[in-house]
């Protein structure tokens, strides 16, 4: 996997990477993205387990249903996220639900429907919850790279991360940040490496960047639609 660094909406992806090797299992996707939903299909038929995606909006789900549908991936409309989870089919023993649908209030939803019966999942723009109080404690504010914050997710998880991309963030004011949390197990045990599926150029760059003025650097990243406000 060649981790989508310039993509916002991606920075869930070595995460995902990780954890969905580590579980082994069926995984539940909430929310279909360009930054989710081929990775994960690619994962499931790499192991062989089943997948399900989920999305309130048709053209999303029309994106990538006619070519990634198979008896292992289905995809699925909702047209209300509470009735949804209360279906008795998701009392079955989930591996992996990643949580990254509209609006947060469905992802909260979410959250609360698997956070003790899933072994893991994977919350992206993790910072909105607790700072708009849906869960987690926002115990200083997250104001960019030179300060991401603190939060704490212990009255959600008994064992929980947060994940930063690498600078420089696609996002520049949040990341954004992604949560791993599990009731379960420990998710300490599961390594996540950013810079593993970092394009080889970008990490030759990054070790040669001392050799440029930071100035010049900024610029650079300003062309590049990296250090955008």
Known sequence: MIYDF???MATHQPVLWAVAHAA?????EFGCGNGSTPLLHEIAGELGVRLVTLDNNPDWLNRYRPSLESPLH??????DWALE????DWDEG???VFVDQDPFEARALTVERFRESADYVVVHDDDYFA???LFGVAIRPLLGPHDPGERDFGDTFASWREFFPPEPWPFRQTGPPTLLGSNRHDV?????DYERHLPLWWKLGRHARGLIPQRLRMRLANLAGWARS
């Open 6 to 8: 310039r993509n916002r």
């Open 94 to 96: 989930w591996a992996l």
């Open 188 to 192: 300490t045990s599961i390594a996540i």
């Open 74 to 79: 289905e995809f699925r409309l909702v047209d």
């Open 85 to 88: 989870l209360s279906r008795p």
């Open 131 to 133: 700072e708009h109080g």
């Open 24 to 28: 082994n299992g069926p995984i539940a």
